[in-house]
């Protein structure tokens, strides 16, 4: 199964994107499945962004991020969203999904807890 991240580009600051992550060749659709969004730029580790669990439905965001970002998704269909709102410069970064399995709260944040990642797409904000 792999994870497919699509959706990024160019905008300007103060616009809006929204990102998809689609599973191909199976499902991550289990009980257990936590899906997330990560990011990354090359002077700085790997980020948190948001994630989903399916257990509860219940979403989780970067303290800095809520209010503009928001994690949606469909189990059914084994696709999960982040939608990005009020962009800013310092949001451009490459944007990757991924899915873990059996996550307790506490370590949903943590990047290493995750064993399936998709191939990232770029968010680039500039005017």
């Known amino acids: 199964v792999q994870l497919q991240a699509s959706g990024g580009g160019l905008v300007q600051p103060g616009g809006s994107l929204r990102l998809s992550c689609a599973a191909s060749g199976g499902t991550f659709s289990s009980y257990d499945d936590t899906w997330a969004w990560f990011r990354q730029t090359p002077d700085k580790e790997r980020e948190f962004v948001a994630a989903i669990r399916w257990r509860d439905g219940r979403g989780f965001s970067a303290d800095p991020l809520k209010g503009r970002f928001t994690i949606s998704g469909d189990k059914a269909k084994s696709v999960v969203y982040l939608q990005m709102n009020s962009l800013k410069p310092d949001d451009t970064a490459v944007y990757y999904c991924?899915?873990?399995?059996?996550?307790?709260?506490?370590?949903?944040?943590?990047?290493?807890?995750?064993?399936?990642w998709g191939q990232g797409t770029q968010v680039t904000v500039s005017s």
């Open positions: 991924a899915v873990g399995r059996r996550l307790i709260s506490s370590s949903i944040r943590d990047h290493g807890r995750y064993a399936y």
